[in-house]
């Protein structure tokens, strides 16, 4: 673990199991699945994407306090529970991700807490 930092911060929704937020590990960060939730983890109500802004407002809560950002980005995977709400995610997905970092976008049975959508990332520290 001495090659690894743990990244929490108190603007994005708390993990509800044993992982964290994030963990950078050398010159990369490891962003855990964001789900649909504030800060305090009130489920984001609306749309999928007032749901798809939540989980990318989690990320660059998360990247911001390791010192990088979304543009650091360099790979996302999108769980959605209905590939039906693909076009709409990609709505709002493309206003967060100019640069158009690598992507995986895939269909699951559920997520947690019931959510529609998870968005998890790689991205470059620039810290390091």
């Not at 050398?26 to 798809?52: C, E, Y």
């Not at 010192?67 to 790979?75: A, D, N, P």
């Amino acid at each position: 673990m001495s090659n690894m930092k743990v990244v929490n911060t108190k603007k994005s929704m708390q993990p509800v199991g044993p992982y964290s937020q994030a963990i950078i590990a050398g010159p990369h960060i490891f962003v855990s699945g964001q789900i649909p939730a504030d800060a305090a983890g009130n489920l984001t109500q609306g749309s999928i994407a007032d749901k798809t802004k939540a989980c990318c407002e989690g990320l660059k809560n998360i990247l911001e306090e390791a010192g990088s950002s979304l543009s650091s980005i360099v790979k996302v995977t999108v769980f959605l529970t209905d590939m039906a709400n693909f076009g709409e995610m990609n709505s709002v997905y493309e206003q967060y991700f100019t640069h158009r970092p690598a992507r995986s976008c895939v269909a699951v049975k559920e997520l947690p807490k019931g959510v529609p959508v998870e968005i998890e990332a790689i991205a470059l520290s620039v810290t390091n």
